[in-house]
Protein backbone atom coordinates (compact mmCIF):
# COMPACT_ATOMS: atom_id res chain seq x y z
CA UNK A 1 0.00 0.00 0.00
CA UNK A 2 1.24 3.39 -0.88
CA UNK A 3 3.14 5.00 2.01
CA UNK A 4 1.03 7.85 2.32
CA UNK A 5 -1.93 6.20 1.89
CA UNK A 6 -1.08 4.21 4.71
CA UNK A 7 -0.13 7.30 6.79
CA UNK A 8 -3.57 8.69 6.19
CA UNK A 9 -5.45 5.60 7.22
CA UNK A 10 -3.08 5.25 10.58
CA UNK A 11 -3.41 8.70 11.10
CA UNK A 12 -5.83 10.60 9.74
CA UNK A 13 -6.10 13.67 7.27
CA UNK A 14 -7.04 13.40 3.58
CA UNK A 15 -5.39 11.72 1.00
CA UNK A 16 -5.92 11.99 -2.83
CA UNK A 17 -3.91 11.15 -5.84
CA UNK A 18 -3.36 14.24 -8.25
CA UNK A 19 -2.69 14.93 -11.78
CA UNK A 20 -1.68 18.31 -13.64
CA UNK A 21 1.50 19.75 -14.86
CA UNK A 22 3.53 16.78 -15.44
CA UNK A 23 1.54 15.49 -18.61
CA UNK A 24 0.91 11.10 -17.30
CA UNK A 25 2.35 11.71 -14.11
CA UNK A 26 0.70 11.87 -10.85
CA UNK A 27 1.49 12.84 -7.06
CA UNK A 28 0.27 11.63 -4.07
CA UNK A 29 -1.03 14.53 -1.56
CA UNK A 30 -1.66 13.56 2.01
CA UNK A 31 -3.35 17.12 3.70
CA UNK A 32 -2.40 16.18 6.96
CA UNK A 33 -3.88 19.28 9.01
CA UNK A 34 -5.63 22.36 7.94
CA UNK A 35 -7.28 25.24 9.94
CA UNK A 36 -9.13 28.70 9.52
CA UNK A 37 -9.33 29.17 13.09
CA UNK A 38 -6.22 31.08 13.82
CA UNK A 39 -4.62 31.81 17.72
CA UNK A 40 -2.85 34.93 17.67
CA UNK A 41 -0.13 34.00 19.63
CA UNK A 42 0.62 31.24 17.01
CA UNK A 43 -0.51 28.44 15.42
CA UNK A 44 0.23 25.75 12.93
CA UNK A 45 -2.64 26.83 9.91
CA UNK A 46 -1.64 23.61 7.34
CA UNK A 47 0.83 20.51 6.95
CA UNK A 48 0.67 18.20 4.11
CA UNK A 49 3.47 15.60 2.70
CA UNK A 50 3.59 15.38 -0.96
CA UNK A 51 4.94 12.22 -3.02
CA UNK A 52 6.45 12.97 -6.21
CA UNK A 53 5.64 16.64 -5.61
CA UNK A 54 6.18 18.72 -8.84
CA UNK A 55 6.60 22.27 -6.98
CA UNK A 56 6.09 25.55 -8.73
CA UNK A 57 6.68 24.54 -12.09
CA UNK A 58 4.54 27.09 -13.58
CA UNK A 59 5.92 29.73 -11.36
CA UNK A 60 9.28 28.99 -12.36
CA UNK A 61 8.85 28.38 -16.25
CA UNK A 62 6.87 31.48 -16.13
CA UNK A 63 9.43 33.53 -13.51
CA UNK A 64 6.74 34.67 -11.62
CA UNK A 65 7.20 35.39 -8.21
CA UNK A 66 4.80 33.70 -5.18
CA UNK A 67 4.41 35.87 -1.73
CA UNK A 68 2.52 34.09 1.05
CA UNK A 69 1.00 35.73 3.76
CA UNK A 70 2.41 33.12 6.32
CA UNK A 71 5.73 31.36 7.14
CA UNK A 72 6.29 27.76 5.70
CA UNK A 73 8.83 25.08 6.19
CA UNK A 74 9.42 22.54 3.42
CA UNK A 75 11.62 19.67 3.87
CA UNK A 76 13.05 17.96 0.69
CA UNK A 77 13.41 14.45 1.37
CA UNK A 78 14.38 12.88 -2.15
CA UNK A 79 14.85 14.83 -5.71
CA UNK A 80 16.53 18.11 -6.64
CA UNK A 81 16.10 21.13 -8.14
CA UNK A 82 15.98 25.43 -7.44
CA UNK A 83 14.93 27.54 -5.46
CA UNK A 84 14.49 31.76 -6.71
CA UNK A 85 14.40 34.31 -4.11
CA UNK A 86 13.20 37.48 -5.26
CA UNK A 87 14.21 39.48 -2.43
CA UNK A 88 17.83 38.79 -3.66
CA UNK A 89 17.61 38.21 -7.11
CA UNK A 90 19.48 34.89 -6.86
CA UNK A 91 19.15 31.05 -8.00
CA UNK A 92 20.07 28.62 -5.24
CA UNK A 93 20.14 24.92 -5.69
CA UNK A 94 18.19 22.39 -3.60
CA UNK A 95 18.57 19.10 -2.61
CA UNK A 96 17.40 15.89 -0.77
CA UNK A 97 17.88 17.00 2.85
CA UNK A 98 17.39 20.78 1.79
CA UNK A 99 14.99 22.78 4.00
CA UNK A 100 13.21 25.68 2.46
CA UNK A 101 12.52 28.67 4.51
CA UNK A 102 9.22 30.38 3.45
CA UNK A 103 8.92 34.18 5.11
CA UNK A 104 5.20 36.29 5.06
CA UNK A 105 6.22 38.98 1.73
CA UNK A 106 9.28 37.48 0.51
CA UNK A 107 9.10 36.84 -3.37
CA UNK A 108 9.94 33.51 -4.13
CA UNK A 109 9.71 30.29 -6.78
CA UNK A 110 10.79 26.53 -6.40
CA UNK A 111 10.95 23.26 -8.25
CA UNK A 112 12.26 20.26 -9.09
CA UNK A 113 14.45 19.84 -12.29
CA UNK A 114 12.63 20.30 -15.43
CA UNK A 115 11.10 16.96 -16.18
CA UNK A 116 11.37 15.51 -12.72
CA UNK A 117 9.63 15.13 -9.29
CA UNK A 118 10.97 15.00 -5.39
CA UNK A 119 9.05 14.47 -2.24
CA UNK A 120 8.46 16.71 0.87
CA UNK A 121 6.72 17.89 3.73
CA UNK A 122 5.74 20.64 4.33
CA UNK A 123 4.47 23.12 7.77
CA UNK A 124 2.86 26.39 7.38
CA UNK A 125 2.35 28.43 10.33
CA UNK A 126 1.30 32.13 11.97
CA UNK A 127 1.82 34.25 14.63
CA UNK A 128 3.66 36.62 16.88
CA UNK A 129 5.51 33.97 18.98
CA UNK A 130 7.06 33.15 15.27
CA UNK A 131 7.62 36.52 14.29
CA UNK A 132 9.98 36.95 17.33
CA UNK A 133 12.42 34.32 15.31
CA UNK A 134 12.81 36.38 12.03
CA UNK A 135 16.24 36.78 11.90
CA UNK A 136 17.24 34.82 14.57
CA UNK A 137 18.80 30.98 13.76
CA UNK A 138 16.77 29.61 11.24
CA UNK A 139 13.75 31.80 10.57
CA UNK A 140 16.56 34.40 8.80
CA UNK A 141 14.80 35.88 4.99
CA UNK A 142 18.47 36.33 4.03
CA UNK A 143 18.76 32.33 4.46
CA UNK A 144 16.22 30.79 3.01
CA UNK A 145 17.52 27.40 1.62
CA UNK A 146 18.94 25.77 4.80
CA UNK A 147 21.40 22.63 4.61
CA UNK A 148 19.75 20.39 7.08
CA UNK A 149 22.00 17.21 6.12
CA UNK A 150 24.48 18.85 3.34
CA UNK A 151 25.45 15.49 2.12
CA UNK A 152 21.78 14.14 1.13
CA UNK A 153 22.60 11.11 3.38
CA UNK A 154 19.34 8.94 3.20
CA UNK A 155 19.55 7.47 6.65
CA UNK A 156 19.61 11.26 7.95
CA UNK A 157 17.44 12.49 5.88
CA UNK A 158 15.11 9.63 7.61
CA UNK A 159 15.56 10.54 10.80
CA UNK A 160 14.73 14.02 10.15
CA UNK A 161 11.39 13.05 8.62
CA UNK A 162 10.54 11.48 11.42
CA UNK A 163 11.51 14.18 13.55
CA UNK A 164 8.98 16.21 11.50
CA UNK A 165 6.40 13.43 11.41
CA UNK A 166 6.29 13.39 15.31
CA UNK A 167 4.79 17.05 15.15
CA UNK A 168 2.57 15.97 12.00
CA UNK A 169 0.84 12.90 13.69
CA UNK A 170 -0.32 15.03 16.99
CA UNK A 171 -2.05 17.31 14.22
CA UNK A 172 -3.49 14.31 11.42
CA UNK A 173 -5.11 12.69 14.88
CA UNK A 174 -6.92 15.58 15.79
CA UNK A 175 -10.60 14.80 15.15
CA UNK A 176 -11.80 18.72 15.15
CA UNK A 177 -9.52 21.06 13.11
CA UNK A 178 -8.74 23.33 16.12
CA UNK A 179 -5.47 24.55 16.44
CA UNK A 180 -3.91 24.69 19.90
CA UNK A 181 -0.94 26.47 21.57
CA UNK A 182 0.72 22.80 22.30
CA UNK A 183 1.06 22.39 18.26
CA UNK A 184 3.10 25.75 18.40
CA UNK A 185 5.04 24.37 20.93
CA UNK A 186 5.80 20.90 19.07
CA UNK A 187 7.14 22.95 16.17
CA UNK A 188 8.95 25.81 18.49
CA UNK A 189 11.22 22.65 19.50
CA UNK A 190 11.85 21.56 16.10
CA UNK A 191 12.57 24.73 15.15
CA UNK A 192 14.87 24.69 17.93
CA UNK A 193 16.37 21.43 17.22
CA UNK A 194 16.94 22.54 13.46
CA UNK A 195 19.02 25.73 14.92
CA UNK A 196 21.06 23.27 16.30
CA UNK A 197 22.25 21.22 13.99
CA UNK A 198 22.63 22.73 10.63
CA UNK A 199 25.68 24.05 8.87
CA UNK A 200 24.94 26.76 6.61
CA UNK A 201 27.27 28.43 3.81
CA UNK A 202 26.05 31.61 4.09
CA UNK A 203 27.92 32.51 7.28
CA UNK A 204 29.01 36.06 5.62
CA UNK A 205 29.50 39.15 6.44
CA UNK A 206 25.84 40.82 6.01
CA UNK A 207 24.58 38.14 8.39
CA UNK A 208 27.05 38.49 10.88
CA UNK A 209 25.89 42.45 11.21
CA UNK A 210 22.15 41.44 10.88
CA UNK A 211 22.62 39.04 13.92
CA UNK A 212 25.09 41.18 15.85
CA UNK A 213 21.69 44.80 15.24
CA UNK A 214 19.04 42.18 16.32
CA UNK A 215 20.96 41.00 19.31
CA UNK A 216 21.35 44.81 20.06
CA UNK A 217 18.06 45.18 20.09
CA UNK A 218 16.96 42.51 22.08
CA UNK A 219 19.16 43.53 24.96
CA UNK A 220 17.61 46.74 25.67
CA UNK A 221 15.39 46.56 28.89
CA UNK A 222 11.39 46.12 27.95
CA UNK A 223 10.38 49.86 28.54
CA UNK A 224 13.17 51.23 26.88
CA UNK A 225 13.01 53.24 24.06
CA UNK A 226 15.07 52.58 21.10
CA UNK A 227 17.48 55.46 20.06
CA UNK A 228 18.22 53.87 16.59
CA UNK A 229 20.84 56.69 16.33
CA UNK A 230 22.76 55.96 19.15
CA UNK A 231 22.63 52.29 17.78
CA UNK A 232 23.30 52.99 13.95
CA UNK A 233 26.66 54.89 15.46
CA UNK A 234 28.11 51.46 17.30
CA UNK A 235 27.90 50.36 13.82
CA UNK A 236 30.11 53.68 12.40
CA UNK A 237 27.04 54.67 9.87
CA UNK A 238 24.42 57.24 10.00
CA UNK A 239 20.51 56.45 11.18
CA UNK A 240 19.28 56.20 8.15
CA UNK A 241 21.86 53.69 6.73
CA UNK A 242 21.64 51.48 9.63
CA UNK A 243 17.54 51.97 9.38
CA UNK A 244 17.82 50.69 5.21
CA UNK A 245 20.74 48.10 5.87
CA UNK A 246 18.62 46.30 8.71
CA UNK A 247 15.56 46.14 6.70
CA UNK A 248 17.22 44.68 3.96
CA UNK A 249 18.95 42.17 5.48
CA UNK A 250 16.04 40.87 8.29
CA UNK A 251 13.07 41.42 6.32
CA UNK A 252 11.74 44.24 8.66
CA UNK A 253 12.79 47.66 9.63
CA UNK A 254 14.21 47.96 13.58
CA UNK A 255 11.33 50.11 14.18
CA UNK A 256 9.13 47.50 14.03
CA UNK A 257 11.35 44.49 14.64
CA UNK A 258 11.82 45.88 18.02
CA UNK A 259 7.80 46.53 18.19
CA UNK A 260 6.94 42.80 17.89
CA UNK A 261 9.60 42.16 20.61
CA UNK A 262 7.71 44.07 22.82
CA UNK A 263 4.28 42.70 22.07
CA UNK A 264 6.12 38.90 22.28
CA UNK A 265 6.24 40.43 26.13
CA UNK A 266 3.12 41.90 26.37
CA UNK A 267 1.68 38.51 24.94
CA UNK A 268 3.62 36.52 28.01
CA UNK A 269 2.49 39.06 31.04
CA UNK A 270 -1.31 39.23 29.15
CA UNK A 271 -1.12 35.23 29.63
CA UNK A 272 1.04 34.54 32.85
CA UNK A 273 -0.23 38.04 35.14
CA UNK A 274 -2.95 39.04 36.34
CA UNK A 275 -1.60 43.00 35.74
CA UNK A 276 -3.94 45.55 34.41
CA UNK A 277 -3.65 46.13 30.58
CA UNK A 278 -2.94 49.43 31.27
CA UNK A 279 -0.11 48.56 33.39
CA UNK A 280 1.59 46.22 31.22
CA UNK A 281 1.27 48.59 28.34
CA UNK A 282 3.13 51.09 30.81
CA UNK A 283 5.61 48.56 31.46
CA UNK A 284 6.72 47.95 28.22
CA UNK A 285 7.39 52.04 27.44
CA UNK A 286 4.27 52.44 25.56
CA UNK A 287 3.36 55.99 25.92
CA UNK A 288 -0.53 55.83 26.46
CA UNK A 289 -3.08 52.68 26.57
CA UNK A 290 -4.35 53.97 23.70
CA UNK A 291 -1.57 53.12 21.48
CA UNK A 292 -0.50 49.97 23.22
CA UNK A 293 -3.56 48.98 22.57
CA UNK A 294 -3.80 49.98 18.66
CA UNK A 295 -0.32 48.64 18.59
CA UNK A 296 -0.85 45.22 19.82
CA UNK A 297 -4.19 44.61 17.79
CA UNK A 298 -2.03 45.80 14.48
CA UNK A 299 0.27 42.47 15.37
CA UNK A 300 -1.96 40.20 16.58
CA UNK A 301 -5.41 41.02 14.89
CA UNK A 302 -6.89 41.54 18.63
CA UNK A 303 -6.76 43.89 21.41
CA UNK A 304 -4.93 42.73 24.65
CA UNK A 305 -8.05 41.91 26.83
CA UNK A 306 -9.38 39.86 23.92
CA UNK A 307 -6.17 38.01 23.70
CA UNK A 308 -6.21 37.40 27.48
CA UNK A 309 -9.81 36.56 27.56
CA UNK A 310 -8.88 33.80 24.89
CA UNK A 311 -5.53 32.74 26.54
CA UNK A 312 -7.76 31.94 29.43
CA UNK A 313 -10.88 30.50 27.66
Not at 223 to 229: H, Y
Request: glycine residues 8%; hydrophobic residues 40%.
Amino acid sequence: MNSLKAHCLEHGGKFTRQSGILLGRTRDYWLIFETFHPLPVGYVSRCAQIGRSWGMHRHVDCQQMRELPYYSLVLITDGEGVFYDGSFDRLIPVQAGDLLCLFPGRPHAYAPVKGTSWDEINFEFSGVVFDSWVGAGLLDPSEPVRKLVPDGERALIAEWLKKFHAVAFTLADRKMAEPALADAGRLIALISELCETWQSGNCDADVEWANTAKQQLMKLSAGKKADFAVLAREFGVGEQAYRKKFKRLCGVSPSAFRSRQQIEMACYELISTHKPIKEIGYDLGFGSDYYFSKRFKQVTGVSPGEYRRQAHS
